[in-house]
Nanobody, 128 residues
Framework: QVQLVESGGGSVQAGGSLRLSCVAS????????MAWFRQAPGKEREGVAA????????YYADSVKGRFTISQDNAKNTVNLQMNSLKPEDTAMYYC?????????????????????WGQGTQVTVSS
């Protein structure tokens, strides 16, 4: 069965960095769109970054451009999110998502309804 297992969350001061990882299994990883979403208390889940494994095309939300980098490792079926210059407003539960066999691009890749599978989430807390 499909599994997405996130790791790497934690607490950091503003300006600091964290790296999230998501190990995927149970589907053809090389033809999937993988993404990171986040959800803060009382807010809707929002797409942060996405990557289509087939051609490495990426998408970033405006709020994280220049600070976050999504990358992937084919050999390990792993998607990473490097988060630098963290701000208190980045505090949220971060979720890995997968859309197997689907090429999502642009803002479409930030839509929760495009993704079939979700991880359990990992908490990121940024203090000022």
């Amino acid at each position: 069965q499909v599994q997405l297992v996130e790791s790497g969350g934690g607490s950091v001061q503003a300006g600091g960095s964290l790296r999230l990882s998501c190990v995927a299994s149970g589907f053809t990883y090389s033809r999937a769109t993988m993404a990171w979403f986040r959800q803060a208390p009382g807010k809707e889940r929002e797409g942060v970054a996405a990557i289509y494994i087939g051609n490495m095309a990426t998408y970033y939300a405006d709020s994280v451009k220049g600070r976050f980098t999504i990358s992937q490792d084919n050999a390990k079926n792993t998607v990473n999110l490097q988060m630098n210059s963290l701000k208190p407003e980045d505090t949220a539960m971060y979720y890995c998502a997968a859309a197997p066999g689907t090429y999502l691009y642009g803002s479409i890749s930030s839509q929760t309804r495009q993704y079939n599978y979700w991880g359990q989430g990992t908490q990121v807390t940024v203090s000022s």
